[in-house]
């Protein structure tokens, strides 16, 4: 069974916007309306907006064995019944020729399943477009249902910038443990602007923002941060004034001294008097990151394992309101 335009549609999870063009199936996590409002706060900022950050394809199917390839766009992770798979570095087996990945729907030991839920987390770190998708055997591909819905607004640590596998950024742990439909704005390089925001059609329980360490590296004054800050935290209210908004503060970087948008601390204390002062949910970012080099891919990002402890310590401080 192929999957045809309609099918990818219902099985998409993360795009706003879903599109064909001659080269296969395309998604984007922002509205045009947006996307140019990121291209307006810089060309690299537009670019990196065009990521498949945290849009995955995500279904049942009693097929015995799954194709696919992408036309555009590198690593795939591959997750069947909620255990990973495999990563599949796409750009790479085009290079050789490849035209297609199978993947057998099997467990460890090589038995078949019976049903398998698969997930195809596409690159969180550039575009691409899905070419085809095959259910070989199957007589049904259908959306999984999901417990809860989360947007995730932020900078290049919600992005997941520089996970080796694109499942593994706190905010796609996060999404797996609430078994949650979500949707992941984050750009890596931005920052507080009302420009990149705006009504997308998506229907959130709750509201995840964490800005403020490009904040800290970029405004000209501690006045233009908190001006920005609040006027964003405006809108973000405005567009969902009925569900819990949780502001992360910025979490530890090894480089920080004082900028022109002050010390890092009094950014991290700007950003929390303007969210608290809306009603909103304050996580410190310290709390919930070693500052131990182990945990860092540069002086500024998490690793792997840094990802790991942050959604550990991030959940717990999430139940206290949402007690899901």
């Known amino acids: 069974m192929r999957a045809d335009f309609e099918t990818i549609k219902k099985i998409t999870v993360g795009a706003v916007r ?47 064995e799954i194709a696919f390839m992408l036309s555009g766009g590198n690593k795939v992770d591959v997750w069947l019944n909620g255990v990973f798979n495999r990563t599949l570095y796409c750009s790479d087996l085009r290079k050789e020729g490849v035209t297609e990945v199978r993947i057998p ?86 920052y507080f602007s009302t420009a990149t925001i705006g009504y997308n059609g998506y229907d959130p329980e709750t509201v995840l923002i964490a800005y403020g360490t490009n904040d800290f590296a970029n405004r000209k004054s501690p006045e233009e941060l908190r001006e920005n800050c609040a006027a964003y935290l405006d809108k973000v209210k405005t567009l969902y004034p009925n569900v819990p908004i949780f502001v992360i503060t910025p979490i530890p970087r090894h480089d920080p001294e004082e900028r022109k948008a002050g010390t890092f601390e009094s950014v991290r204390q700007t950003i929390a008097e303007e969210a608290s002062a809306r009603g909103m949910h304050v996580i410190d970012g310290f709390s919930l990151f070693p500052f131990d080099e182990y945990y860092f891919w540069d002086r500024v990002h998490p690793n792997e394992a840094g990802f790991a402890e942050y959604a550990l310590a991030l959940i717990p401080q999430l139940q206290k309101v949402l007690k899901w």
């Open 105 to 190: 729907l099997v467990d460890q030991l090589g038995a078949p399943f019976a049903e398998t839920r698969v997930t195809l987390w596409l690159p969180h770190h550039g575009g691409g477009a899905l070419g085809f998708l095959d259910a070989d055997g199957a007589t049904y591909i259908e959306p999984v249902a999901y417990d809860h819905r989360i947007l995730f607004l932020g900078d290049s640590i919600t992005q997941g910038w520089n996970t080796e596998r694109e499942s593994m950024s706190f905010d796609s742990r996060i999404t797996r443990f609430y078994n949650a439909h979500s949707v992941n704005c984050a750009v890596g390089g931005g």
């Open 18 to 64: 879903i599109w064909e063009e001659d080269c296969g199936v395309r998604f984007s996590r922002f509205t045009e309306e947006e996307e140019a409002g990121w291209y307006s706060c810089s060309q690299t900022l537009g670019d990196r907006c065009r990521s498949l950050c945290g849009i995955r394809l995500d279904f049942r199917t009693d097929a015995r």
